[in-house]
């Protein structure tokens, strides 16, 4: 694989999800009546492997979010199975839990949003460290919160100061250094760089690269931002309206998309250079809504190609290769 | 000229000293034509198109300095009261945030009659139909009920349509779109961007886009500035920049753009973090990230270099002849 020149690579599965379900129920009126459910997820599968990126894209609504955050139970699934390297995490409790959650770890979109203002860096680092790790000493906790900070760029005089004195790319460090100070597997990245200007974007993502490669992590990689995703996933999960529509390595994505959703998501990106010809196929209408979705294939409301079969039931899945799929009639 | 900016100085008073967040910025805009503003925050790009509108908050914004000609005439001079004539009506501005720009509290058809009445002076059924006309003009389905709507009951992209109709139904010379995609889906950014190409070829309007984003600009514009902490540091065509781009800024502002066509690895991102407007550095205030930094850069200021073809231009020591 082109990415990390000399990383190890298997097809050993980390993260399964099967079938993964997420409503949230809509109550009206003072007896609370259950009117209807926000289908925020509505029945998806993927994988990811050891040490892989995948990446999830979609447009705002599209339920990526919730997909990860269901994925590692940060807000339980209605329905579906997950198993954690080849262990079924749903199963998984209270104390046996907390000891799983040391193996996953999230990082937000808003740095700053989710660093408390109130703390210094070293109380944000060692309340971890105390709750996950109590068997280190005062002095073992202030060497590995100074190894994390180093680890991504950071000096660690950081650890006296407060979150605000920081600009935007080194809150996000903070962050990065908060998720991998316990040594996790699986790192969920929800829109991690997309606050950040380009400028910092690019040290953010090479430090993720580098980070990636050192500690055998693998991410899953949330994000709208098609050429961000491009570049940093080895596999992409393109999501519509809770359903994922196509999955694939990602050079086979940009190079032959199947699904017409896809296709339309590649021709909307901007042009690189102003003299490229790029034909544009972006069809009419928005993202439906996700209390009331569409029967059959969810993007039959824009889709130019639908037929009839569409509107009944969505499609089955269509296998190109090994790593490549899609859920779509043609 | 539709309208010239010379020399632009906007202050800003912290903690008792004068900031100049806009440092000597000058351009052109024409009839039919695009310019962009590039930068990354904090730059001073849309403190310039505050400035323009003379809608900056003051204090802590002191008067601005230089000119700023609209058909001739300095609009930085003119009373406030003749500023109002031309805010809105020759002069529209759209905002990056539609939710935050538009009134909660009001339908959407209000706010919009508001405007009507205002510069075009229609009521009632010949205002209500101008509107109706503006809204299909930017692809809003049924205008006759969304015009009863809350902006909350509308999508993102509705909203910013809603907006870009408001701003261009006054039929302005000069539209000031300040990230006018940046919180919009690619597909939405898309169906923006050919709306506001198709209507600047079939009005003339002049648009100056304020973006980070190079591939916006590469989408629409025909001219771009190029802003680092609070000066011009290149400008030229289009062209000029993406093929020629001559300032080291520029080139780390492309360098560090993930590519959908070029193979991965590491990024080539520009070291450090833009400055505060606090602590500009000295000289070039991009010394402290070049990597083409020479002793003489933190020294002084960089001179204004021409570069061959067009308007290109670049204050860049590496460029002093």
């Known amino acids: 694989m082109k990415s990390g020149a000399g990383c190890m690579k298997n097809n050993e599965p980390l993260l399964e999800v099967k079938s993964l379900k997420k409503f949230f129920p809509i109550m009206k009126g003072i007896f609370r009546h259950h009117t209807g459910d926000v289908k925020a997820v509505n029945g998806i599968d993927f994988t990811i492997r050891k040490n892989e990126v995948l990446g999830v894209v979609g447009e705002s609504g599209c339920g990526k979010s919730t997909a990860g955050r269901t994925a590692i139970r940060l807000t339980e699934p209605t329905e579906g199975q997950i198993l954690f390297d080849g262990k079924d995490f749903l199963k998984v409790k209270d104390r046996e839990l907390k000891a799983y959650r040391k193996h996953i770890q999230i990082v937000f979109q808003n740095p700053y949003a989710s660093l408390n203002p109130r703390k210094t860096i070293a109380g944000a680092l060692e309340e971890i460290l105390q709750y996950h790790k109590p068997e280190l000493t005062p002095r073992n906790r202030e060497d590995r919160m100074s190894q994390v900070l180093q680890q991504v760029g950071l000096s660690p005089d950081a650890l006296e100061l407060y979150p605000h004195e920081f600009s935007g790319g080194q809150q996000q460090r903070i962050c990065i250094a908060r998720a991998i100070i316990l040594k996790p597997r699986l790192i969920i990245l929800d829109e991690a760089v997309s606050a950040l200007d380009v400028s910092i974007q690019a040290q953010v993502l090479n430090l993720l690269h580098d980070l990636k490669r050192e500690l055998n992590l693998s991410y899953l990689f949330i994000s709208h931002d098609l050429s961000v995703i491009r570049h940093i996933c080895d596999r992409i999960v393109v999501m519509y309206l809770g359903k994922i529509v196509e999955t694939s390595s990602s050079e086979k994505l940009f190079s032959n998309p199947k699904h017409p959703y896809t296709q339309m998501l590649l021709s909307a990106i901007p042009k690189n250079h102003p003299d490229e010809k790029k034909t544009r196929n972006v069809y009419k209408g928005e993202i439906p809504s996700m209390i009331t979705p569409p029967s059959g294939c969810p993007f039959n409301t824009r889709c130019p190609y639908a037929q009839e079969t569409c509107y009944r039931k969505f499609p089955d899945k269509k296998i190109v290769d090994d790593d490549h799929e899609y859920f779509c009639i043609l | ?321």
């Not at chain 2, 509108?53 to 008067?63: D, F, G, S, T, V």
């Open chain 2, 1 to 321: 000229m539709l309208l010239s900016v010379r020399n632009l100085v906007t202050k800003l008073v912290l903690g008792g000293k004068h900031i100049a967040v806009v440092d000597d910025i000058s351009f052109d805009l024409k009839t039919g034509k695009t310019l962009a503003l590039v930068g990354e925050s904090g730059c001073g790009k849309s403190m310039t198109a505050l400035s323009i509108m003379r809608i900056l908050p003051q204090p802590p914004a002191l008067q601005s300095e230089g000119e700023i000609l609209y058909r001739g005439k300095n609009i930085l001079t003119i009373s406030e009261a003749k500023m109002r004539h031309i805010r809105g009506k020759s002069i529209a501005m759209i905002f990056q945030n539609p939710m935050t720009a538009l009134n909660p509290v009001y339908t959407v058809g209000y706010q919009l009659l508001e405007t009507v009445n205002l510069h075009l002076g229609l009521y009632g059924d010949e205002a209500l139909e101008r509107i109706r006309i503006a809204l299909c003009e930017v692809g809003i389905p049924s205008p006759e009920e969304r015009i009863n709507e809350y902006p909350h009951q509308l999508s993102g992209g509705m909203t910013q349509r809603i907006m870009i109709a408001m701003a261009l139904i006054c039929e302005p010379d000069i539209l000031i779109a300040d990230e006018p995609t940046t919180a919009l889906d690619v597909t939405i950014q898309a169906q923006i961007l050919d709306l506001m190409r198709s209507l600047q070829e079939r009005k003339g309007t002049a648009i100056l886009l304020i973006t980070h984003d190079m591939g916006v600009v590469a989408e629409i514009a025909d001219d771009v500035v190029v802003m680092y902490a609070a000066k011009s540091v290149e400008k030229g065509s289009v062209r000029n920049i993406f093929n020629d781009m001559a300032h080291p800024y520029t080139r780390g502002l492309f360098n560090s753009r993930p590519n959908i066509a070029a193979v991965r690895g590491e990024l080539a991102a520009i070291d450090g973090t833009v400055p505060p407007v606090t602590a500009f550095p000295t000289g070039c205030r991009f010394h402290t990230r070049c990597p083409n930094v020479m002793e003489k850069c933190a020294e002084a200021e960089a001179p204004k270099v021409s570069l061959g073809a067009g308007n290109h231009e670049v204050r860049c020591w590496l460029y002093e002849k």
